[in-house]
């Protein structure tokens, strides 16, 4: 169960009260029978294992250039060889061969 503070408005008292989630919450002062309002305050947050940093996720690779670039390119002699190739394999059209 979590423990909520409450802070009186009148007399400044400050009451740590053990209470489940659904009850009521306080709302007079047991000293001076003031109204009482939560206090709110940051909690610590302890991140542990692994998956929490940015580098957990990653490789140890180190990347010059994006990954989409690296896939877009080819080497140049594969280029070269495959434009080399696809002349060769395709036939020159020729004339156009008259009929008499």
């Known amino acids: 169960m979590p423990t909520y503070e409450y802070a009186c408005t009148e007399c400044g008292t400050h009451i740590e009260v053990v209470q489940s989630m659904s ?14 309002r939560k206090v ?8 542990k294992g692994s998956g929490f940093y940015r580098t957990d996720s990653r490789g ?10 690296k896939r877009d390119k080819k080497p140049a002699a594969e280029t070269t060889s495959a434009a ?11 004339a156009a061969e008259k009929s008499a």
């Open 23 to 36: 009850d009521a919450p306080l709302a007079t002062c047991a000293i001076c029978g003031g109204r009482l």
């Open 40 to 47: 709110f305050s940051p909690i610590g947050i302890v991140f």
């Open 60 to 69: 140890k690779t180190t990347r010059t250039e994006p990954a989409a670039d």
């Open 84 to 94: 080399s190739s696809s002349e060769k394999a395709a036939p020159k059209p020729k």
